[in-house]
């Protein structure tokens, strides 16, 4: 069998998560955090859309980490989105971290909205 490294030169990978945290590029960070070409940030849940909406010219589609299971979105926040041109997958966190990488391996313009687990 022959493994390839794969080099992320787009943004930053997911490199773990636990309970309350996620590894990213290397650092860790706690609570909910946003993960878009221009770095990560902590993010302040549905609630907090303009991050997501000014990310509009960066991305083509946002995964957004529900938490430990999958759950819907508020509709605001998927309108809002919406209306902004960016596509909105909702899914639990640790299948949001693992798309998210596979994507971004890709050259794919991704971006990564968690709650922690």
Do not use: K, Q, W
């Given at each position: 069998?022959?493994l390839?490294?794969?080099?992320f030169?787009?943004?930053?990978?997911?490199?773990g998560y636990?309970?309350?945290?996620f590894?990213?590029?290397?650092?860790v960070?706690?609570?909910?955090?946003?993960?878009?070409?221009s770095?990560?940030?902590?993010w302040g849940?549905?609630?907090?859309?303009a991050?997501l909406?000014?990310?509009?010219?960066a991305?083509?589609v946002?995964?957004?980490?529900?938490?430990a299971e999958i759950?819907?979105?508020?509709?605001?926040?998927r309108?809002a989105l919406?209306?902004?041109?960016i596509g909105?997958?909702?899914?639990?966190?640790p299948a949001?971290?693992?798309?998210?990488?596979?994507?971004l391996s890709?050259?794919?313009?991704?971006g990564?909205?968690?709650?922690?687990v």
């Open positions: 069998m022959r390839n490294e794969i080099r030169t787009d943004g930053l990978p997911v490199d636990g309970p309350g945290f590894r990213i590029g290397g650092e960070h706690h609570g909910a955090v946003l993960v878009l070409p770095g990560v940030t902590a849940g549905f609630a907090d859309m991050a909406v000014a990310a509009s010219a991305v083509d946002i995964f957004v980490g529900t938490g759950a819907h979105l508020p509709a605001r926040f309108e919406d209306a902004a041109g909105v997958e909702p899914m639990a966190s949001a971290c693992r798309t998210y990488n596979i994507l890709e050259g794919r313009r991704v990564l909205a968690l709650l922690p």
